[in-house]
């Protein structure tokens, strides 16, 4: 899991990934869209007269059965993988998207493209339309780190994010015969019935004059102590560590330190405390137009900066974050970079609402590392770029 994950954010200019969200969180304007129910396990599609008078193609995408999740040894934490596929007969752009989580449990959802060359692997692993379990990320079973790259996020949801629609003037390329993967993080914490979730994709023709848009992701490594005066056998890092590894298995923890090792940290012992701080080269020639944060329970703010601690630093993102309501921000116009410019990602947590939240408070007490699982953290900056120029 650990290599798929490096190979991804190798491709987007970064080292290190995350199993969220967001992907592009969304922000919502009026809109009317149209869709129509399709059978099971196929898309249904119609044209719709939506965002600014733009004739649209509307896809409704779902698994082709209900899916009962179940917890991973020693957790309450299900990532399952779904392969959808939304007959696109032509090259186009995914200009909107809206998923439909149908159930309180469901974490994250995150929407993978599989390119055409990849679909007879993608059917094979798909098991008869039953999907597959896909931790942290959603590579298709012996997909090739090499191959990781051909597989993109397309789009995704957390809770809050509304509709998402792109960013004025750009669209998500998906090429025709694509197929796409549904991943879905379940939190058994919340529940644990039959569940199948939709996800609308709202496309205009490839030939339509948008700007092709792309998501680099770019991470920080929580090392968050337990608070002052609370005790227990996983407030020692190395104890929580191992019990992640029992939970997910122990690429999960060579993750933990693969990230911590890259953000230049001792990987033995790390600094702990309640935020975290990680700078990357952006990697790659672009425009910096969508900034999204993702972080689990107790995360409480993010900080983007570009070129941090320079006399042309310039604060991209500063903001409040909550689980509950998380979203896109557009920025007022696009900022450009090139690949060696620095972009620093910064959290904030509050350690006390591990013993204050409903969801959480029931839980041991733990030193909280980078996890799969929702009563895990983490600290993802999704960043959504255009070409230059």
């Known amino acids: 899991m650990a290599r ?5 954010l190798l491709a987007t200019g970064v080292m290190a990934m995350a199993g969220v969200a967001g992907v592009a969180y969304g922000l919502s304007t009026p809109a009317t869209v ?5 059978p099971p396990g196929t898309a249904a599609h119609t044209t719709a007269l939506v965002m ?41 752009y995914i200009v909107a998207t809206n998923f439909l989580p149908e159930s309180v449990e469901v974490h994250h959802s995150i929407l993978f493209l599989v390119p055409p060359n990849m679909a007879a692997a993608a059917e094979k692993a798909n098991s008869v339309g039953k999907g597959w379990t896909c931790f942290g990320e959603s590579p298709i079973p012996g997909l090739s780190a090499e191959d990781i790259s051909a597989t993109p996020w397309l789009a995704g949801w957390a809770p809050g994010a509304p509709e998402n629609i792109e960013p004025a003037g750009t669209g998500m390329p998906i090429a025709a015969g694509s197929l796409v993967i549904m991943q879905i993080h379940y939190n058994l914490l919340l529940g644990d019935k039959p ?21 680099s992701l770019y991470v920080a490594p929580p090392d968050i102590p337990c608070p002052a005066g ?20 122990q690429s ?83 900022v450009p970079v090139t690949p060696s410019d620095k972009l620093s990602v910064t959290c904030t947590y509050n350690p006390k609402l591990r013993q204050e939240l409903p969801l959480l408070r029931d839980l041991p007490p733990q030193y909280i590392t980078w996890g799969d699982g929702s009563a895990d953290e983490m600290c993802l900056a999704i960043v959504l770029m255009t070409p230059p120029g």
Not at 232 to 241: H, V
Not at 284 to 298: D, M, T, W
């Open 195 to 215: 569940v199948r979730s939709k996800m609308q994709l709202m496309t205009v023709p490839g030939t339509t004059n948008l700007k092709p848009l792309s998501i």
């Open 34 to 38: 149209a869709v129509k129910t399709a």
């Open 252 to 334: 999960q923890v060579n993750f933990v330190n693969l990230i911590e090792w890259a953000c230049g940290r001792n990987v033995s012992d790390p600094p702990g405390g309640d935020t975290t701080t990680c700078t990357w080269p952006v990697g790659k020639y672009g425009n910096i137009v969508r900034l999204a944060a993702h972080e689990h329970l107790l995360g409480i703010r993010m900080k983007i900066v570009l070129n941090p601690g320079t006399s042309h630093a310039q604060t991209l993102l500063d903001a409040p974050y909550n689980f509950h309501d998380q979203h896109g921000y557009n920025l007022a116009k696009p």
């Open 52 to 92: 600014d008078g733009q004739h649209v193609h509307t896809y409704l995408l779902e698994g082709s059965r209900p899916y009962t999740p179940h917890a991973a040894p020693h957790s309450y934490d299900d990532y399952h993988c779904t392969l959808l596929n939304p007959h696109i007969t032509k090259s186009s």
């Open 4 to 8: 798929h994950r490096v190979s991804r």
């Open 230 to 249: 609370v005790h227990g056998p996983l407030c020692n890092r190395a104890a929580s560590l191992k019990f992640t590894g029992e939970e997910f298995g």
